[in-house]
């Protein structure tokens, strides 16, 4: 597994997504009231972006007919048909033994860390005072 630097925090603010190319891979990363996370940015479906889907709390039931929304599990819904997968795990939520998109690490790295050679990086005037987004895959 390697790090890559994806982008810097400030251009990841809370309630927002992004798409990132590692390589070849598309990655999805979200900021969820500062929690970090990352999916392949495509929908195991029909190849939506993920990206571009909706985040949301997930509609429960404990009987026919009485819903509610759980706040602390938090979803991603595919922009063409909705489906729902954990932001954390990649799985479905309607059949996570069968359906998923694959799951990466990711956290934030302070920018005086990250010490030349040890990760690529574009280079654009930033300061090496500011939290950068990295992800593992």
């Not at 479906?45 to 759980?70: K, T």
Request: charged share 25%; hydrophobic share 40%.
């Amino acid at each position: 597994m390697t790090d890559h630097v994806v982008c810097a925090l400030s251009e990841l603010p809370p309630g927002t997504a992004k798409r990132v190319m590692i390589g070849t891979r598309a990655i999805a990363v979200f900021n969820v009231d500062g929690k970090l996370s990352a999916i392949a940015d495509r929908c195991p479906h029909e190849g939506a972006s993920l990206s571009l889907g909706q985040v949301g709390g997930v509609i429960v039931a404990d009987r026919p007919g009485e819903y509610r929304v759980r706040t602390d599990m938090k979803m991603v819904r595919c922009p063409w048909h909705g489906w729902e997968f954990d932001m954390e795990t990649g799985k479905s939520w309607c059949d996570p033994a069968r359906m998923k998109t694959r799951s990466f690490g990711v956290k934030i790295c302070p920018g005086a860390t990250l010490e030349e050679g040890t990760y690529r990086l574009e280079v654009f005037a930033v300061s090496l005072q500011d939290d950068y987004v990295v992800v593992t895959c």
